[in-house]
């Protein structure tokens, strides 16, 4: 089982917070397909560019690739 929200449950203190580059993120993206195949780019260049900040990439898409949903064969 994933835990994604151990963070939360620690002390909240504004003396104590963590750095950003010391937080862990974790984005959570259901459907690859369309809208989020687009979101899933854009969201791994931005985490790219922020590689000292932790965060982590979880997809979700329970979806079959399906022979009507694939493009249609040229002869």
């Given amino acids: ?43 791994t260049k931005i985490m790219s560019a922020f590689s000292k900040v932790n965060s982590y990439l979880l997809i979700a898409d329970p979806d079959a690739v399906e022979e009507k949903n694939c493009a249609p064969r040229l002869y």
């Fill in 1 to 43: 089982m994933i835990q994604l929200f151990d963070f939360h449950k620690r002390k909240k203190s504004q003396s104590h917070l963590p750095s950003i580059s010391k937080m862990m993120y974790y984005i959570v993206i259901v459907g690859s397909g369309g809208t989020g195949g687009y979101a899933i780019q854009r969201i």
